[in-house]
C-alpha cells in the first residue's frame, strides 16, 4: 500500500489518501507536481480519492499545496521508515 501525503499551507496537519499500486499513487504525485509548478495564478481543484478507505474524498485547491510526498506503507512496524523527510545521514 503506498501513501500520497500533501502539506497545505498555513494547516499545520498533512492529509494523505493510500493507493495498492505505485503506478496510481505516482501519476497523481506527478499532475500535482504539475499542478505546482504552474506560475499562473489558476485555481485548479486537485480530487483525490482512496483506496483503503472507499468513501474518503478529498478535494484541495492546487495553490494551497506545499509539498507532496509518497511513502509505501509497510506492514512491519519494526523496520519500516517513518514517513516525512529525514536529516539522518
Known amino acids: 500500500m503506498y ?3 500533501l502539506s497545505l ?3 499545520p496537519f498533512p492529509i494523505a489518501i493510500q ?6 499513487v505516482k501519476g ?5 507536481k504539475k499542478y505546482m509548478n504552474d ?6 481543484l486537485i ?4 483506496e483503503k478507505v472507499q468513501d474518503k474524498l478529498i478535494a484541495v485547491r492546487a ?10 506503507k509497510s506492514s512491519v512496524a519494526g523496520g519500516a521508515k517513518r514517513p516525512g523527510f529525514s536529516l539522518d545521514i
Request: net charge negative.
Open 47 to 50: 480530487e483525490l480519492k482512496c
Open 3 to 5: 501513501s500520497l501525503e
Open 63 to 72: 495553490q494551497e499545496v506545499i509539498s507532496v510526498q509518497i511513502y509505501e
Open 9 to 11: 499551507r498555513y494547516s
Open 19 to 24: 493507493k495498492k499500486e505505485y503506478n496510481d
Open 28 to 32: 497523481i504525485y506527478d499532475e500535482i
Open 39 to 44: 506560475n499562473a495564478n489558476n485555481s485548479n
